[in-house]
């Protein structure tokens, strides 16, 4: 009867810690949330999906190659896809306004116009273009007006016309408002300044914000160039950020969100990293805008395109730099002998100018906005072309580098590297700041 008794106790004991095991793994399973959301000034985070975040808390969504645990690989996934599968409950019943393009795409390709117009469960009540339009097709600095939408006949505001911060009337239609536009890691781009500028109107008319990540094509660890100065914001610079900021939009919108406290939430993407690039997400190039068509010109477009009023000038879709007094040998050799990592300059002569191609040899390794500044730099050594300076107004030079000082170190005679070393602590101060706003590892 003892031997018997002692056998019952041992199962018993061992079926309440099988039972203690199975707990502890549906625990962690449920603490892994893709939400970050930071309440305005007066808001609490009392019923808020996911664990509660202060704002700049970091939130680690899943590293990729694990899910929950598991050993399975994790597909990478936009924030899109996670709205309409994970996070349906924050739009469900509710007047959605969206601010978009032609980049604001599933995984499919599909339009995330589409895919709310198709959902039953909402009401799509507004569409929000910036520069270029809700297609990508106007040109560059070309101004456009609000309209009626053709087939969904609910108004497409226009963020670059008249306004390029929405109303009170273009809010009105809205409960909340929802961003999904693929960015290219410049500070100059202006589809992040307007990002800001609906943060900006949602704070002041109290309209919630979900942003829909997606990745920085050029890595999270890509930071570089001057950082903008206060007097230099603008609607090509609207924050204190470097050229390169390595941040998804996500991040940025948190960024931004601590100076303006709009009620901001960011759907994480799932399977991302700092480390990786657009290509190893897996998903095809959409055209941003008319003159960023592939990869190669979102690499180029730092590297090339800060030359603005100097007569140094970007070709072929920022994939060539140079202007007139140009020898482009010269060039090439003082370019290719700086040690600038992942790309090679070949001399090319485009009419009377003189210039460089860049082949982009290791797209992981190659930095942008450091090669930008040495490609300014080496030019106006070679041609000593007129600085552009502000005054009254600012000069566009002045806007793209978010400072006047660059201006001034290259009429000095200053080297890249000694450039590089001026702006060196305000950039170490930015990366140090920016902490506080990552999602991702």
């Not at 899943?62 to 409950?89: D, I, V």
């Not at 609910?154 to 239609?173: D, K």
Request: glycine share 12%; proline share 6%.
């Amino acid at each position: 009867m003892k031997k018997l008794m002692l056998l019952i106790m041992v199962l018993i004991f061992g079926i309440v810690l099988t039972g203690c095991g199975g707990e502890n793994g549906a625990s962690q399973n449920e603490n892994n949330q893709a939400v970050t959301e930071q309440p305005g000034p007066a808001e609490t985070n009392d019923n808020l999906p996911g664990p509660q975040q202060e704002e700049g808390d970091k939130v680690n969504p899943p590293a990729p190659g694990k899910n929950n645990g598991s050993t399975e690989p994790q597909q990478f996934k936009l924030g899109n896809e996670l709205l309409m599968s994970k996070y349906h409950h924050l739009i469900e019943g509710k007047r959605v306004g969206l601010v978009i393009n032609q980049s604001g795409v599933t995984r499919q390709g599909t339009s995330m116009i589409d895919v709310l117009a198709q959902d039953q469960s909402i009401h799509l009540t507004a569409l929000y273009g910036p520069e270029h339009g809700i297609d990508g097709t106007a040109k560059a600095g070309e101004y456009l007006e609000s309209y009626t939408h053709p087939e969904l006949g609910i108004p497409v505001y226009s963020l670059y016309g008249n306004t390029r911060i929405p109303t009170e009337e273009m809010l009105h239609p809205v409960d909340v408002l929802v961003f999904d536009i693929q960015d290219i890691g410049a500070r100059t781009y202006t589809y992040m300044s307007t990002l800001n500028y609906c943060l900006v109107a949602a704070q002041k008319y109290n309209k919630p914000v979900i942003v829909l990540d997606r990745p920085n094509p050029l890595g999270g660890n890509v930071v570089e160039g001057p950082v903008l100065e206060d007097p230099f914001k603008t609607f090509v610079g609207v924050d204190n950020l470097p050229m390169a900021h390595g941040m998804t939009a996500g991040e940025l919108a948190r960024f931004y969100n601590r100076k303006i406290g709009a009620r901001l939430e960011v759907i994480a993407m799932e399977g991302y990293t700092r480390k990786m690039i657009y290509q190893d997400t897996g998903l095809p190039w959409v055209q941003t805008s008319p003159n960023i068509p592939d990869l190669d010109a979102v690499f180029g477009y730092m590297a090339t395109g800060l030359g603005e009023g100097t007569g140094i000038y970007q070709a072929d879709q920022f994939k060539w730099i140079g202007g007139k007094g140009i020898n482009s040998q010269k060039y090439a050799d003082m370019l290719n002998n700086a040690g600038l990592p992942g790309v090679a300059f070949v001399p090319e002569d485009r009419g009377e100018a003189g210039g460089v191609r860049l082949k982009i040899k290791d797209y992981r390794t190659f930095n942008p906005a450091k090669t930008g500044i040495y490609a300014l730099t080496y030019a106006h050594t070679l041609n000593n072309f007129v600085v552009p300076k502000s005054g009254q107004t600012v000069v566009m030079f002045d806007k793209i580098m978010g400072t006047e000082k660059i201006g001034q170190y290259l009429e000095q005679g200053l080297t890249p590297q000694q450039i590089e070393g001026k702006y060196a602590p305000a950039l170490s101060r930015f990366k140090e700041e920016r902490k506080k706003y990552l999602i991702y590892n």
